[in-house]
């Protein structure tokens, strides 16, 4: 089933827990504006669903049937998250498929001992440590046929959300009055 339309621009941004993944995501709606829809994994996941990630798991679905309706509806979509290829590959290689508009997918990839530098600096490190920040940690868990855009540890907060506006023509358009 097509969703979307030519104009609306799907973005796929992946990686592992404390990539940056977030940030990168607030600096691209922010800089956007109005009409792009964040659909964050965690958010649908743990605070929606108050579910585990696994294999085959609810919010898998929701990730995809949020981003579809918001398609529908004319929005650009950012969807954000760890989503580890082998339980979201299948859901979001049929999102791209389905898509009538350009769909761009990036990878930050942060070495171990940078995620979880990064990690400690967040509020809620003291719940999460690095026993488990390694047992989720996948090395390059790209999605098949070179979907996506790797963007290295080096890439600063602002590089990453210029390069992402610019490569998707994000940059070029106009807030959507919606």
């Known amino acids: 089933m097509r969703v979307g339309t030519e104009q609306t ?7 592992n827990s404390a990539s940056g993944k977030s940030s990168v995501a607030a600096g ?9 829809a964040l659909v ?6 743990r605070i929606v669903l108050r579910e585990r990630d696994l294999p085959g798991a609810a919010n898998i679905g929701l990730i995809d049937t949020v981003a ?16 580890y290829a082998d339980r979201y590959g299948d859901m979001l290689a049929r999102l ?7 769909t761009h ?16 600096t967040k509020s809620f490190a ?27 540890a080096d890439s600063s ?11 998707t023509g994000l940059a070029g358009l106009p807030p959507l009055d919606i």
């Open 126 to 152: 003291g719940h999460v440590g690095e026993a488990d920040l390694r047992d989720w940690y996948r090395r390059r868990d790209l999605l098949p046929g070179g979907v996506e855009t790797v963007i290295g």
């Open 28 to 36: 691209v709606r922010d800089r956007f504006g109005r009409g792009l």
């Open 157 to 167: 907060l602002t590089e990453t959300v210029d390069h992402i506006m610019r490569d």
């Open 96 to 102: 791209r498929v389905d898509h009538r508009g350009p």
């Open 68 to 83: 579809r309706y918001a398609l529908d509806a004319g929005y650009h979509v950012l969807v954000e998250g760890i989503l």
């Open 40 to 45: 964050e994994q965690d958010h649908l996941r």
């Open 9 to 15: 621009r799907l973005v796929v941004l992946r990686g």
């Open 105 to 120: 997918g990036y990878y930050l990839d942060v070495p171990f001992d940078e995620t979880l530098a990064r990690h400690a």
